[in-house]
Each structure stands twice: as structure tokens, then as C-alpha cells.
């Protein structure tokens, strides 16, 4: 279990350029979830998938962001005409589906994005 | 909706001392609470958690139960030690674990 991994871990860009994070979760974890923390904030839910499945979308994923899960192993968070706004550090966890272990979040060490 | 509110930091504790970081919460349904921790140059852990009304979360010496009258979810140690220094985030949980809210974090700070 090598645990939750992100890439890239930095990312520096220029606005209205688009830009893609990729995240593996631990490898029998069927949940994965991807949040945005800004500094000194807590992170803030994006978007939820079981599986393939995307079953919660947050009103903060506006149409310029798009996540996928396409073999229900790793995912993908996309951000397009990124603006200077979307600077953050992006967070993704997973969990196990059964009973109450669905609720232990495993976190990755984030992508931070930079938007200039 | 749901949301987390948590008490504002930094705290700063000698070691040994009482540790108490106030959660309260809002939300639908029946959620489940959770402390999660983040110690400097790491990614978020989750410290312990309480899926229902009464419960008591316990790991590492913290604790925190699960309050639905006083919708509250405090964070406990009795003695902290310099290694306890982190950042402290609340988080509750949809009824179904597919939504997660956290507080903005409790920054604390332990001296020797």
C-alpha cells in the first residue's frame, strides 16, 4: 500500500491556459473524492466518485472543471481558461466502501496551482 | 446545509497542559464527525471519528463526543506534547459518506 499519490505536486500556469492533475488512489479503495484548500482555509468538497460513477458534483465546480474516473482506479481534474482565482492547493482522498470505513478518508499530498 | 464551524487559532499551549478546540456543527439528517489533524510538511490524517449521537472518538490520547444536543464535536487531550503541534480541521459527513464539510482549521503550537 504505497497509499494516496498526485501529480504533479506543483504546477505554475498562465491564465486561460488549461491544465490536468491526476490523482491514484490506494488501489482497492472504491470511493475518491477531490477538494481545493486555499491558505487558511479548510479544504472545500469538489466533486465524489464511487467507482466510474460521479454521484456528487459541489456547486463550487463550475463548467470550466471537469473530473473523471474512467476505469474506476485513478482520476483526472481538469481545469479549463484557468483564472487567477483557481490558485490552490487540490486534495484528493479515497476510501473503502464497507460500512463505516467508508468515512476514513485517505489523503493525498495535493497538487498546489499556481495561476499567474 | 451543512457546515462546520470550529474555534479560530492559533492556539499556543505549554507542554503538558489542557487541550480543548471547540467544533460545532449544522446539518441534515444523521451526519458522522470527524477530527482530522495535519502536521507541518504532511497531508491530512484522520485523528477520530463518531458515527452517531453519543459516541466518543478516541486516538493518540484525544478524544471528542459526539454531541447532537449541542450539536458540538470538541476536541480533547489531556496533557499535549511539542509533537501534538499541527493544524486541527472538523469535518462532518453526508448521511451516505459522499459529501465531507471541514472547519477552516485550529492551528496549534506546543512549547516546551
Known amino acids: 500500500d504505497t497509499g494516496v499519490s498526485q501529480d504533479p505536486r506543483h504546477k505554475i500556469t498562465k491564465r486561460g491556459q488549461n491544465v490536468t492533475f491526476r490523482c491514484d488512489p490506494i488501489s482497492e479503495h472504491n470511493r475518491l473524492y477531490w477538494y481545493r484548500q486555499t491558505l487558511g482555509q479548510g479544504p472545500e468538497f469538489l466533486t465524489y466518485f464511487q467507482n466510474e460513477a460521479q454521484l456528487e458534483k459541489s456547486r463550487l465546480l463550475s463548467d470550466r472543471f471537469s473530473a473523471e474516473r474512467p476505469k474506476g482506479s485513478f482520476s483526472t481534474l481538469e481545469i479549463q481558461r484557468t483564472e487567477q482565482g483557481d490558485s490552490a492547493m487540490y486534495l484528493c482522498?479515497?476510501?473503502?466502501?464497507?460500512?463505516?470505513?467508508?468515512?476514513?478518508?485517505?489523503f493525498g499530498p495535493g497538487t498546489r496551482l499556481t495561476v499567474t | 446545509g451543512n457546515s462546520v464551524t470550529q474555534m479560530e487559532g492559533p492556539v499556543t499551549l505549554s507542554e503538558e497542559a489542557f487541550l480543548t478546540i471547540n467544533c460545532t456543527y449544522t446539518a441534515t439528517g444523521y451526519p458522522s464527525l470527524f477530527w482530522y489533524v495535519q502536521y507541518p510538511g504532511e497531508g491530512l490524517q484522520l485523528l477520530l471519528k463518531?458515527?452517531?449521537?453519543?459516541d466518543k472518538g478516541s486516538n493518540k490520547g484525544f478524544e471528542a463526543t459526539y454531541r447532537k444536543e449541542t450539536t458540538s464535536f470538541h476536541l480533547e487531550k489531556g496533557s499535549v506534547q511539542v509533537s501534538d503541534s499541527a493544524v486541527y480541521f472538523c469535518a462532518l459527513s453526508s448521511n451516505t459518506g459522499n459529501q465531507f464539510y471541514f472547519g477552516t482549521g485550529t492551528s496549534l503550537t506546543v512549547i516546551p
Open positions: 463518531a458515527t452517531k449521537a453519543d
Open positions: 482522498a479515497s476510501s473503502s466502501g464497507g460500512g463505516t470505513a467508508r468515512y476514513e478518508q485517505y
